[in-house]
């Protein structure tokens, strides 16, 4: 009996370890299910913030309805990026930048804003926020439109006006012909009575005293008929004075509707601009090169780049080529402004140089070259040399051909011509007299053309400002 309570005690024992054994497994189980289970939840915790973060259940429910049709290659957010950047690029133009969609939109409102500061020049905009570009965009077109038709009706006037002044130029012409005529015959009628009346002075002395009576009463009768002819002169001499005032008041018209052309446009031209500036070495580089004709020592004046050529020709600075490639060219500032520095973007200028054709220039007048108070007497050579050096083309006469005039000072003549004390001392004084006649006479007519030709008249100091060598003309060999 008693071996047999000790068999049945260690079946108890062996199925109290299996028991406990399988309670250690099963708590593991569960603890390693549990702490998965808790991972699990935390990064489902995670993810719905993400998915909240980017939309609400009622906007993901409503995706398709608010971004459009989705290809089974793009995301949803993708495809709202290439929504936001198509619409940018509608507004803004152009390819949009890879950056956030914040700085997108921001630069996108930026470009509106300025867009409605301009167009409030030309239309009223009520609030920016509520009008859009499209219809900034229709009420520009339709006051384009407005402009167009105001445009072609002063247009229509105009043509009118010219048609107008062509009928009175004509009839001016014609009324000037006629009376051109009439002045001749009534010329030719008082020669013939004044040529009557000497024959008849004559006759008067040789005849008696009743051919003086009958000469006399001749004599009184022609006087008459001068007179008459006088009378008829004067008054067609009124007439036209008349018509010219008609035709100055025609053209006159003409001007005030259709104002005379700008003649100095071409000396007011760019050349080329500023595309790089080395502060240090005082070089710049300009957009221009063996292209457009550029060589070494070829002077140029910069102005601003946010204005135009100014009257007067004076610049910021004035440079001189001095390496040249094919499209573009080096040139050291050799004057400059302290308080005006060059920019990037500045435009450059030379008169006399032009990268396709050659201007023509007439000199006249005396010169001081270098300012030491003296005329140089062979000036007018040395600035043609100048200008030739450059591509230019001098001509001795004015045409419609000439693009600019170089002026001078007006040549000086003495009151009096030489007293014959003075050419017994000087044979050659009546000689020079008269050449300074001519040269003055010769200076005051190509001046008058020019003017009447609408060619631009440049004094020497402008002329230097305008081909960039104001600051040259002290140095040796600078002409």
Not at 87 to 102: D, F, K, Q, Y
Not at 108 to 121: D, E, G, P, R, T
Not at 178 to 192: D, G, M, S, T
Not at 359 to 379: E, K, S, W, Y
């Amino acid at each position: 009996m008693p071996a047999r309570r000790r068999k049945q005690s260690n079946a108890m024992l062996y199925t109290l370890i299996t028991f406990v054994g399988l309670f250690i497994v099963a708590t593991t189980i569960a603890v390693i299910y549990y702490v998965e289970a808790e991972d699990k939840r935390t990064r489902l915790d995670e993810m719905q913030n993400k998915i909240d973060g980017l939309a609400n259940t009622g906007e993901i429910n409503a995706l398709g309805t608010i971004v459009g049709t989705k290809p089974s290659s793009k995301t949803w957010l993708g495809m709202m990026v290439g929504h936001l950047d198509g619409t940018t690029s509608l507004i803004v133009g152009g390819v949009p930048e890879t950056t956030s969609a914040e700085a997108k939109v921001n630069d996108a409102n930026i470009k509106v804003a300025n867009a409605f500061k301009s167009a409030q020049q030309h239309i009223t905009i009520a609030d920016p926020n509520t009008t859009g570009l499209v219809k900034i965009i229709s009420d520009l077109v339709a006051e384009l439109n407005k402009n167009i038709e105001a445009k072609d009706a002063l247009q229509k006037d105009l043509n009118n006006q010219i048609a107008q002044v062509e009928i009175t130029k004509k009839a001016y012409s014609d009324k000037e012909q006629i009376i051109e005529e009439e002045k001749n015959k009534l010329q030719a009628l008082v020669n013939k009575m004044q040529a009557d009346y000497a024959d008849l002075q004559g006759r008067l002395e040789q005849s008696t005293t009743e051919q003086i009576a009958n000469v006399r009463k001749q004599l009184d009768d022609a006087k008459a008929e001068l007179k008459t002819a006088e009378g008829t002169l004067l008054k067609t001499r009124a007439e036209l004075r008349q018509t010219e005032g008609i035709m100055k008041r025609a053209q006159q018209e003409v001007m005030d509707i259709m104002p005379p052309p700008d003649h100095e446009v071409m000396a007011h031209r760019a050349d080329g601009k500023i595309i790089l500036i080395d502060d240090a070495a005082q070089v710049v580089h300009l957009n221009i090169g063996t292209d457009q004709h550029v060589y070494r020592g070829l002077t140029f004046t910069v102005y601003d780049r946010s204005g135009s050529v100014p009257k007067d020709g004076k610049g910021k600075a004035e440079i001189e080529v001095f390496d040249v490639a094919d499209t573009y060219c080096a040139a050291r500032i050799t004057e400059s402004d302290p308080k005006k520095p060059v920019l990037m973007d500045d435009i450059a200028a030379n008169l006399i140089w032009h990268s396709d054709k050659s201007n023509v220039f007439v000199i006249a007048g005396n010169f001081d070259l270098d300012n030491d108070g003296n005329i140089d007497q062979n000036a007018t050579g040395r600035i043609k040399s100048l200008i030739e050096k450059w591509g230019g083309k001098v001509v001795d006469n004015i045409s419609v051909d000439t693009d600019f005039l170089v002026l001078g000072d007006q040549p000086q003549v003495p009151q009096q011509q030489p007293t014959f004390e003075q050419l017994e001392l000087d044979p050659g004084a009546l000689q020079r007299y008269e050449a300074l006649q001519q040269q003055l006479s010769h200076y005051n007519q190509l001046q008058s053309q020019a003017q009447a030709l609408w060619i631009p008249i440049f004094r020497y100091e402008r002329f230097l400002y305008f081909i960039g060598y104001k600051g040259q003309i002290s140095k040796a060999g600078a002409f």
